[in-house]
Antibody, heavy 120, light 108 residues
Framework: EVQLLQSGGGLVEPGGSLRLSCVASGFIFSNYPMTWVRQAPGKGLEWVSAIDPSGGGTYYADSAKGRFTISRDNSKSTFYLQLSSLRAEDTAIYYC?????????????WGQGTLVTVSS | EIVLTQSPGTVSLSPGERATLSCRASQSLSRTYLAWYQQRPGQAPRLLISGASSRATGIPDRFSGSGSGTDFTLTISRLQPEDVAVYYCQQYDRAPRTFGQGTKVEIK
């Protein structure tokens, strides 16, 4: 059974940093690209970032470029999202998700989400 | 960036009725790289449909998807109480991947 267990959310002041983690199980982690999607309170879904299976290819939404860094450790079946220079508008539930590798990259399994609140 | 516009914003129907949800893309998708997700209250999203019409594993056959180009549809043929949720479309044809704003399905 595919499982994605998230951790690392919390309250942070504007300008601060936070690292989100997502531990995967139930599949061969090193074979799959992974992604982060966020959802501001009461709002829709917004793609944030993705990383290819080796970690050599990373992709970011414009809102994340230069401030967020995605990475992965295939030996630990874990990937991360480092959040820096946080702003109030980054307040959201952050979901990690596994991507399929056939016929395009689709979010086929999701983590439970972790809340990041940026406030002084 | 491809903008996805979903309609209606909210649909309210009785159990057993048919729900038709629309997703319109601002540019034609060169491949049918359109997915639908269901997000029940307080839960993470769940993949329903990929490739515009292929149901994901374990999804009941009352859910069906169709469409190509710029116009896509998710149909719930016989609405059940557990279908109360917000439904999102997403295109993965071109970067950045974008989501529609969602359609809320309610039971009368």
């Amino acid at each position: 059974e595919v499982q994605l267990l998230q951790s690392g959310g919390g309250l942070v002041e504007p300008g601060g940093s936070l690292r989100l983690s997502c531990v995967a199980s139930g599949f061969i982690f090193s074979n799959y690209p992974m992604t982060w999607v966020r959802q501001a309170p009461g709002k829709g879904l917004e793609w944030v970032s993705a990383i290819d299976p080796s970690g050599g290819g990373t992709y970011y939404a414009d809102s994340a470029k230069g401030r967020f860094t995605i990475s992965r450790d295939n030996s630990k079946s874990t990937f991360y999202l480092q959040l820096s220079s946080l702003r109030a508008e980054d307040t959201a539930i952050y979901y990690c998700a596994k991507l399929t590798i056939t016929n395009g990259w689709i979010n086929d399994y999701w983590g439970q989400g972790t809340l990041v609140t940026v406030s002084s | 960036e491809i903008v996805l516009t979903q309609s209606p914003g909210t649909v309210s129907l009785s159990p057993g009725e048919r729900a038709t949800l629309s997703c319109r893309a601002s540019q034609s998708l060169s491949r049918t790289y359109l997915a639908w997700y269901q997000q029940r209250p307080g839960q993470a999203p769940r993949l329903l449909i990929s490739g515009a019409s292929s149901r994901a594993t374990g999804i009941p056959d009352r859910f069906s998807g169709s469409g190509s180009g710029t116009d896509f549809t998710l149909t719930i043929s016989r609405l059940q109480p557990e279908d109360v949720a917000v439904y999102y479309c997403q295109q993965y044809d071109r970067a950045p991947r974008t989501f529609g704003q969602g359609t809320k399905v309610e039971i009368k």
